[in-house]
C-alpha cells in the first residue's frame, strides 16, 4: 500500500490540503532506527474547534503507517515527540484531521545513513520490560505542561532476526492510552515502524489536581501502567 492510498482512505477521498504544519525532523539520519519527530499544529483545541487526529506515515517503509495520534481538547495545545524507524531516503508525512472535518498536510525528506526496520537484534527479556514516565507534580491553572513517557519494549516488527538467523515474530506495544481523573485524554495507535523503548511526548492543560494513568498494550494483550500525581493551584 502506497501512502497516497492511506490519505485517501484516511480523508475518504477527499484528500487533503498542503499546509505549514510545523513537523520537525532530522534532514540527515545517521541511524535509521531512532529517528526523532516532533510536530506542533496552530488549533485552539476547544470543544469546537480542535485537531482531532494527526497520522504519520512513511513512503518509504515496508508499510505507509507510522502512528496515529488521537487528541482531545483537555490536551490544550496539539503537539508531540516520538522515535521511528526509517529503512531509507524517504518522505515522512504528517495528516492533521480537524474535527470540522477538514484535513491538512505536509512533509519532509530524511536522508538516511543506515536503514532501520530490519537487521539483527539482540535478546531482549520480556520480564524486563518497564514503563517511565515524567510529569511535573505541580503546574498552575492553566498552564500547559509537557509530559514525557518511554517503555521499555523491544518493539519486534516481524522483520527482525535473532542470531541465528531466524526471524523474530512480531511483537510491538499498538496502544497507548493516557487518562486523567479517569477521563481519556490521549491516545495513540503505534505501528512496527516505531522505534525499541517508545518515548512518547505530548502537552497537557492543567486545570484541577489529579491523577494520570498511563497505559501501553501489546500484540499479546498485555497491559503496563503507570499512575502520576499533579496537584493544581
Known sequence: KMVSDRIK????????????????????????????VSFEIDSPMTEKDHVKEVHILADGNPAPNVAKFIFSPYLGACSATTRIRL??????????????????????????????????????KMSKIKPRGKVPKKASVDEIIEIK????????????????GKIIPKRIINKFIVRFNKKEIFNMDLEPSISTNPYIAFPFKAKESGTFDFEWIDDNG????????MSVS
Not at 498485555?222 to 500525581?229: I, V
Open 87 to 124: 529503512s531509507k531516503t524517504q518522505h515522512v508525512h504528517l495528516l492533521a484531521a480537524y474535527n470540522n472535518g477538514k484535513f491538512a498536510i505536509t512533509k519532509s525528506k530524511v536522508k538516511v545513513t543506515i536503514g532501520g526496520c530490519g537487521g539483527w537484534f539482540k535478546e531482549f
Open 9 to 36: 482512505e484516511i480523508t475518504d477521498g477527499k484528500g487533503a490540503e498542503e499546509s505549514d504544519l510545523f513537523l520537525d525532523l532530522p534532514e540527515i539520519a545517521e541511524n535509521g532506527n531512532q529517528v526523532k
Open 149 to 164: 513517557t518511554l517503555i521499555r519494549h523491544p518493539m519486534h516488527s516481524g522483520r527482525m532476526k535473532d542470531k541465528n
Open 222 to 229: 498485555d497491559k503496563y501502567s503507570m499512575k502520576r500525581k
